[in-house]
């Protein structure tokens, strides 16, 4: 199903609603003498008080987009997409769309694109606390019936029918579709407001103009001026909403939770400081991007040098790239200065707990300073490779197939270093054997490898002695822990043959180019495969979750691929450089 | 409860015959399937009226072994769900087998004999060995009652509950001795302490290694016991044969058959009791003869057994989901059962569960109202796979004085009182907008009567 094949306009069926609306459409109290348009944006008309402003400037271009891409047929053909087009579930969409097309007298898509070809803007104004609607369109019969729509819509709802509630401002008319919202056509715009001040601003503002309107805002039109020709943008005044004592916990600089420091800690401390933020959608028929940019300056960092670097000039190594990979990711951390800032970084009860943890550590590390000795001998950039796992014919296939996973540091002085990683190795392998002992838990077998470059520390799970048709194969099968030496690269992996795998490539050389401060990238193949070794599992959790036989059981996870089937792959970027933090997420479908 | 009326036992155990007084309806059909199974749909109720009731009951106790398509699925679930490792997960894969098993007695018998011979994860802590009990108890749950004890006494999970994984000689452990004769075969006062400690003596040398049984024949004595008056060189199979074979075994096991499935609070004199037990003791100690007298019986279909018991968790919810076709996320049920008492593998101790008015207390009450809350407001609850409004709309019914006809002929053991019925009425008086939120708070509301909490 697709929207399009609800169309009343592309198949027969029309609802009572769509003759409802024809009739309260052919009303004579809906004339009204049309104005000349003019060529003011949205920006003009609101005030400069608005917090926050979102505009598509063309719909029409991403319903074209979307009409003609290429995977729209595969979707179209999806038997789960089939069977919901003839569904009662979508009966209410169906219904709703009838009734827009017969309001608006041609199918939806070119309705949307006529009625928005100056575009949306909805914005948020702090004084008023009001939310206004702005659609601009070159038809003035578009627009009127667009607003015949929403107040037959709006009656519907209520089961209210007649004329609605009018007034005039300054020889517009306002109609009220309830004792909150009003809306009006203010020539070639369309209005709608929840407060009646914003909307009467906003037409002083169309007939007297005003030089304090948002689009005169210096933090405005700065904000504004990178986001381009994106099919949606949007800017938040963050100086505004955190003066305003919004979410103050966002901007206290402390956080409870270790990862998420270590993952947002300097987006966050950017948050504190920047004076607006903008948003960006493209859409492209390669995919989607959206990219949320603030300014960033470096007197900003302070504290959170280990995320930025010095002078912002934090470079991520580059992407760890394997067989049948699902996951990398690459990012400078330097985490033996983030343990030690820990306490202007994290709550009381954070560190209260970091403290302990850092007791312990130390003495796994044979009382060298977990801090400064041993995350310290490490360079800050971390490489982590997630990759889909195969297992040997020969060896346990474990019922819950995990994928393998491994981190790439760079040591400081291999020489010390080396020893140090390579008996606490050895150590955590024994205590994890003593303790899977007392719980019944298989053993894992140490062994040691060495190549012309590199050394290998590997601890294997011993095969179970004997066969069990009933005893499912344990979930420890899925590791076989890897500590190995290749030059300066340390390379801890949850299995032997990624490790082996990762000793194969060659070292993070000193690029010349700055590289993002992050960068991940998820492979969808690669998810999907992942998945799919895990089917049997995912039919189980269907069945008993939502008491489905196994056919139908198998029918919804199969939706689950054809949906991951249209995906390449998404990328997460944290740029920071140029006085701007950009973080940009982008995901790329399939070409077909 | 309790009826003082002194049954005539040769009178009980005669097959029923359906009369003018008695005829053989839905209200009769749906009595038998509440017992020997967990509930059926109207679909089912008024393929049995077409039969006769000897003839469900036959077919009932033939289905003595799933169909191998259901088997296929329903092991394959709880195989799958075995590399989690998590007996509650396992405890919801029992949940869908309960929900869909087409083998009804068979299941509602496995459950008798998990109450029977109790056995907890909370203490066995091993999903896989759990498993196996289960498909052992269900392998024997209409057959053997020899075979049964005889396999139970060397499963694993039952010696680790026991705490019985290790039994020298120099040290018999008398636990498993104990309940095989107090819990399992023969009940309080028809045995001696002196039994107890020589029949432990039997089972030394029987351990669990590695998750296996096994008998490490060094540490057998192997000397003389003498047990319930029986005296030479016993082994353990050989204990428990003299246990299962001791006159009494019958007419303890026939006793707790009678009330799991006539009537929680009958008073089952030896005369009355006496006559299953035969039945047993002619068939070789198999259980289907002994369920097939009692499921057919004259008593079984009389005001002694009707709404005389009260519904365990399972047959509450799993009844209201059967009897309207109801499917929802077996998780939910399985958490759900066991805050109110009946968890599936998790028995609350040695002696099983009590059941009868033990199923009831202050906080069971509101557990049971709540869990149908939780139940009904799940957007995966179906009803035949749709809305509940659909699914009483296929069947002709599109107001609440009709749906509440409906879940009382479905679900319900006595009719409502007439009071509480107007009470309903009145109180969902019209469906308002939301057709399928009044419906499935209705159906609520009579899950939550008294009247439904009776079998």
Redesign the interface.
């Known amino acids: 199903m697709t929207v399009q094949a609800l169309s009343p306009f592309r198949c027969s069926n029309r609802s009572l609603a769509v003759f409802a609306l024809s009739v309260f459409l052919a009303s004579p109290t809906l004339a009204e003498d049309a104005k000349q348009g003019d060529r003011r944006t949205a920006a003009e008309l609101l005030p400069a008080s608005v917090v926050a402003y979102v505009e598509v400037p063309r719909l029409g271009d991403v319903i074209e987009l979307v009409a003609d891409h290429p995977l729209r047929q595969s979707i179209q053909d999806m038997p789960a997409v089939r069977a919901i087009g003839s569904s009662d579930q979508v009966r209410p969409l169906r219904d709703g769309i009838a009734a827009f097309e017969g309001g608006m007298g041609r199918p939806w898509d070119e309705a949307l694109t006529v009625l928005t070809d100056g575009g949306i803007h909805l914005a948020f104004d702090a004084p008023t606390q009001g939310a206004a609607l702005l659609i601009q369109s070159s038809s003035r019969e578009q627009l009127e019936r667009f607003r015949g729509v929403v107040l037959a819509l709006s009656q519907l709802g209520q089961g209210n029918f007649g004329i609605a509630r009018q007034a005039d401002y300054r020889g517009f008319t306002a109609y009220a579709l309830n004792d909150n919202i009003k809306l009006a056509l203010v020539d070639h715009w369309f209005l709608m407001t929840n407060k009646p001040e914003l909307g009467k601003s906003i037409i002083d503002r169309y007939l007297d103009g005003d030089k304090h309107s948002l689009a005169a805002s210096d933090s405005f039109t700065a904000a504004m001026a990178g986001a381009g020709d994106a099919s949606m943008k949007a800017y938040v005044d963050v100086e505004t909403i955190r003066d305003a004592g919004v979410a103050p916990k966002l901007y206290a600089g402390k956080t409870e939770n270790v990862a998420a420091e270590a993952l947002f800690g300097g987006i966050v401390a950017n948050l504190a400081h920047t004076p607006s933020a903008v948003a960006t959608l493209d859409i492209d028929p390669s995919g989607v991007r959206l990219t949320l940019a603030t300014p960033h300056q470096s007197e900003w960092e302070t504290g959170r040098e280990y995320f930025f670097g010095e002078d912002s000039a934090a470079s991520a190594p580059p992407l760890l790239q394997v067989p049948h990979q699902l996951l990398a990711i690459s990012t400078h951390r330097d985490l033996s200065q983030m343990w030690l800032r820990a306490p202007d970084l994290m709550t009381d009860k954070a560190n209260e707990d970091l403290a302990q943890a850092d007791t312990n550590l130390t003495t796994f590390f044979s009382n060298r300073d977990f801090g400064e000795d041993i995350l310290g001998s490490l360079r800050p950039g971390i490489q982590l490779v997630v990759q889909r796992q195969s297992f040997d014919a020969a060896s346990p296939q474990?019922?819950?197939k995990l994928p393998a996973f491994a981190m790439q540091f760079t040591m400081r002085t291999p020489e010390e270093t080396t020893r140090e990683f390579r008996r606490v190795f050895q150590n955590l392998v024994g205590f994890i054997n003593v303790v899977g002992a007392m719980q019944?838990q298989p053993q894992l077998d140490q062994d040691f490898e060495q190549t012309d470059s590199a050394t290998l520390l590997t601890a294997t799970y011993v095969p179970p002695r004997e066969e069990d048709p009933?005893?499912?194969?344990?979930?420890n099968y899925n590791f076989s822990p890897t500590l190995a030496f290749a030059g300066e690269r340390m390379i801890v992996s949850s299995s032997t043959q990624l490790a082996r795998t990762l000793i194969g490539l060659s070292a993070p050389s000193e690029s010349k180019v700055k590289q993002p401060n992050t960068v991940a990238v998820l492979n969808a193949d690669a998810l999907a495969d992942t998945l799919r070794d895990n089917k049997?599992?995912l039919?189980?959790q269907n069945?008993?979750?939502?008491?489905?036989?196994?056919d139908q059981a198998n029918a919804e996870i199969d939706v689950l691929f054809d949906i991951l089937a249209l995906f390449k792959d998404v990328t997460v970027e944290l740029d920071v450089d140029d006085g701007q933090l950009k973080l940009t997420t982008e995901v790329q479908l399939q070409s077909k | 409860m309790a009826v003082d009326t002194k049954i005539d036992p040769g009178w009980a155990w005669q097959p029923f015959t359906p009369s003018d007084t008695q005829p053989w309806d839905r209200s009769l059909a749906a009595h038998l399937y509440r017992r020997a199974g967990f509930g059926a749909d109207l679909q089912l109720l008024d393929e049995a009226v077409a039969k006769s009731p000897h003839d469900v009951v036959d077919e009932l106790i033939a289905i003595n072994l799933e169909t191998s398509d259901f088997r296929a699925?329903a092991d394959?679930?709880a195989?799958?769900?075995?590399?989690?490792?998590d007996p509650m997960?396992l405890s919801?894969?029992w949940?869908?087998r309960l929900?869909?098993t087409p083998a009804q007695l068979l299941e509602k018998t496995t459950l008798f004999w998990h109450g029977h011979f109790a056995t907890g994860a909370d203490k066995v802590k091993d999903a896989?060995m759990m498993?196996?009990q289960n498909q052992l108890l269900r392998r024997h749950a209409l057959g053997d009652f020899q075979a049964l004890t005889q396999a139970i006494a060397k499963d694993p999970a039952m010696l680790i509950y026991l705490d019985s994984t290790s039994n020298r000689k120099s040290h018999p452990n008398e636990n498993f001795a104990r309940e095989l004769m107090e819990l399992f075969c023969l009940g309080e006062g028809h045995y001696s302490e002196t039994d107890v400690v020589e029949l432990a003596r039997c089972f030394t040398g029987w351990e669990i290694r590695r998750?296996r049984f096994r008998k490490n024949r060094y540490q057998h004595d192997a000397g003389e016991k003498s047990i319930l008056g029986q005296r030479g060189a016993f082994d353990g199979e050989q204990a428990v044969a003299i246990v299962v074979g001791r006159d009494d075994m019958p007419r303890f096991i026939c006793r707790k058959l009678a009330r799991y499935f006539l009537a929680d609070e009958l008073e089952l004199t030896d005369d009355l009791i006496e006559i299953p037990a035969t039945t047993m003791r002619e068939n070789n100690l198999q259980i289907a003869p002994v369920l097939k007298q009692m499921l057919s019986s004259n008593l079984f279909y009389s005001s002694h057994a009707r709404a005389r018991k009260i519904k365990s968790p399972v047959e509450l919810v799993v009844g209201m989901l059967r009897g309207l076709n109801?499917?929802?996320?077996?998780?939910l049920v399985a958490r759900g059962l066991r805050d109110i008492g009946q968890g599936l593998f998790y028995p609350p101790n040695v002696k099983g569960w009590d059941g009868g008015r033990a199923w009831i207390n202050s906080s069971t009450v509101l557990g049971r109202a709540n869990l149908f809350e939780a139940i009904l407001s799940n957007e995966?609850?179906?009803f035949e796979g749709q809305s509940l409004t659909q699914s009483l709309a296929d069947h002709g019914i599109h107001d609440v004085d009709h749906a509440i006809d409906h879940f009382e002929r479905c679900l319900m053991a006595v009719p409502i009182n007439p009071a509480t019925r107007r009470q309903l009425t009145s109180q969902f008086d019209s469906l308002g907008k939301d057709h399928e939120k009044t419906y499935r708070r209705l159906l609520h509301a009579v899950c939550s009567l008294p009247e439904f909490q009776l079998a």
């Not at chain 1, 069945?543 to 196994?550: A, Q, T, V, W």
């Open positions: 474990p019922a819950i019944g009933l005893a499912a194969v344990p979930i049997q599992q039919v189980a069945m008993l979750e939502k008491g489905h036989g196994p | 699925v394959s679930l195989q799958t769900l075995l590399a989690g490792g997960k919801a894969a949940v869908y929900l869909f896989a498993w196996r998750d109801g499917t929802t996320n077996s998780q995966d609850t179906k």
